[in-house]
């Protein structure tokens, strides 16, 4: 594997915590961090222990650990809890009962703030009204909405009666909400009228009709609960379709907490895999909350005066974790903001910052390249002198963005905390703790006291330092996902397959001589476009089930925004000659299938594609040939060479 330029060039460059910063931490010295890694490594079981207990237990754990990988052990064995306890009711007989939970903001401009009390009788209002339809502990709600406070107050509805969640992204197309419903067999689905998006309304409650109606439907669903927001006109199916105005408005503000065994599934959330079908993946109550807890406080050395700011859409993991449940835990005050990052104008985060006095900004590298993009002056034109830190997920960053991202939005003072985790892992595993380590731009540096990360060659031996190889974690932490849900051998065989006794991550890496890991995107046939995960093989079996295509090959190729490109390959039935028109065709059957996230930025006709004897498709080929428009490596297996020269002509003409 060979390392990044960006990695090259940026190494040996480190920046020390701000020593102002550090004085204030909750952890402020490498020696104090390597102390309570230390600690952590010799007696897991009290870590996890004091951890866990930093939450609200209805009934302790008999047990912390119990098992190994593979499947997964369980933690905090007997013991029982409600998440809503730790993230609302604990905080009621304290101070913070009226301090600001979350503060939301619309893309229109309106916005709403709820303070924990406030917050809590939604959340009950919520939760009768989903018991009113039938929704009982256990059950599976499917939750399409866009960013508006009733997301937050939906998923927390569902913890609150020990219904799993299972949010999908507004983003995604009615065929992909009907699927991944079906795979849940959810009962309910929450939706709204529509969210805005630059400006636009996007028609969920459509798209959820849609879902409902065609291709077999979702038969599980009974009940659809609407949220107005947008005003548009929608149909309303009697006896199925209920406005959340009108049934949650009447509820009573308490609701008991229904406290579920630590192993319960809180949440489902679907990600990309390497097959045509996303990964269910299952998230347990108690091991979830205890980890996302400690990782908000000490990643972002959370503490109550701070305005926390997490960019990420809570229909990825990252809202799920460090939007709602993460702060909440901790009693924090996190903002939600609805819409696009450039609308009106592309200030509109850092006004959002300079309004509300956000301390803690959280967002991906994609969106710190558009910032860089559009330009200084905007940013320029606000004061940003609240924030202390600043976060990235969800992709590599290159240092140059690094470098822009601290001089422009942390003014050279705001450490950064690149930090490294994925859906799977539930909450951050690999990070700067920001007081205490020094930070080296492009790398995720070292791992969370009781987190023991490795890169390791194929056959699980070690690498040395600096030699690239497979990222993998070696021993157990709470909130690793259970399962995939309603396919164990599906999760045995994704992350306990590859390399014995370990938990694959897909993830090529590096650590260096400092113990600094390097992360530089997956090993697999997964995809990172713009922060969001796709399988290639979803987008081909999209592409596949169009009656014009025979075969279709995806592939990622660099990009200077979006980190990765989708290229797909794409040879026609019978050989149909590709018309004007094809791609854009193409492009949009892609859309209908998954979503606008899966839209190909490339697609390239070919009457064949480069093939091995044995029939299978050399990705890595295609892979050369959409980077720099041919083929450089080892072509000796390939079944046909006429079909490079027309893959590389073809590209070239471009
Ligand atoms: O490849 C890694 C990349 O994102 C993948 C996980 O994607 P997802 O499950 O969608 O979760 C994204 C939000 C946690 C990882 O396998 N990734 C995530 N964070 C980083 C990263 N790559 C490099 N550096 C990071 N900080």
Redesign the pocket.
Known sequence: MEKSIESVQSEGRSFAADPAFAARARVRSLAEYEALYARASQNPDEFWAERAGELAWERPWDAVCEGDFPPGPRWFVGGRLNATVSCLDRHLSTWRRNKAALIWEGEPGDARTLTYHELHREVCRAANALAALGVKTGDRVGIYLPMVPELAIAVLACARLGATHSVVFGGFSADALRDRMNDAGAVCVITADGGYRRGKVVPLKQAVDEALREKGGSPTVKKVLVVRRTGEAVAMSEGRDLWWHDLVARQSSSFAPVAVDSEHPLFILY??GTTGKPKGVVHSTGGYLTHVAYSTQLVFDLRDEDTFFCT?DIG???GHSYVIYGPLANGATTVMYEGAPDTPEPDRLWRIIDRLGVTVFYTA?TAIRAFMRWGDQWPARCSLASLRLLG??????NPEAWMWYRRTIGKEHCPIV????????GG?L??PLPGATPQKPGS?TRPLPGIHPEVVRRDGTPCVANEGGYLVVKRPWPSLLRTVWGDPARFEKSYFGEIKGVYF???GARCDGDGYFW????VDD?I?VA???LGTAEVESALVAHPWVAEAAVVGRPDELKGQALVAFVTLRGGRTPADGDAVMLAAHVVKEIGAIARPDEIRFSDALPKTRSGKIMRRLLKEIAACGHAEGDITTLEDLNVLAKLSMSSDEE
């Open positions: 990600t990309s990420a990825w993991v990252t590298p990235t997920v969800g992709e590599p960053i690149d930090t490294w985790w994925q859906t799977e892992t951050i690999i990070a995720c991550t897909g993830d992360v530089m995107g997956r997964v990172n922060g969001h995960r």
